[in-house]
């Protein structure tokens, strides 16, 4: 099984930027996709971004494309999500996804593996 680590929430204003890291340890597959997840306070967690381990294929929502950027680092089984221009609507907690093969994890059906999850929390 795929243990997944999250790091790198915290407090930012708008406009701010953050990163966050997703380590993977375990059994970690090297061609399955990764991705992140969102959850807001009474709202259903929803999709932010996937990368393929193999090929660096990506997906965004519609609402964190040009903002966010999802990349990996293979040696060292880490994924990461760049967040650039945030909003006070990217509040939410963040959890890193490890997918089940090599398909980009768009929604939750196709995870695997869910960490923990991180608080990221920008005022206005």
């Known amino acids: 099984q795929v243990q997944l680590a999250e790091s790198g929430g915290g407090l930012v204003q708008a406009g701010g930027s953050l990163r966050l890291s997703c380590a993977a340890s375990?059994?970690?597959?090297?061609?399955?996709?990764m991705g992140w997840f969102r959850q807001a306070p009474g709202k259903e967690r929803e999709f932010v971004a996937a990368?393929?381990?193999?090929?660096?294929?990506?997906a965004y929502a519609v609402s964190v494309k040009d903002r966010f950027t999802i990349s990996r680092d293979n040696i060292k089984n880490t994924v990461y999500l760049q967040m650039n221009s945030l909003k006070p609507e990217d509040t939410a907690v963040y959890y890193c996804?490890?997918?089940?093969?090599?398909?980009?994890?768009?929604?939750?059906?196709?995870?695997?593996?869910w960490g923990q999850g991180t608080q990221v929390t920008v005022s206005s």
């Open positions: 375990g059994r970690t597959f090297s061609r399955n996709a």
């Open positions: 996804a490890a997918g089940r093969d090599s398909t980009l994890i768009v929604s939750s059906a196709l995870v695997g593996s």
């Open positions: 990368i393929t381990w193999i090929g660096g294929s990506t």
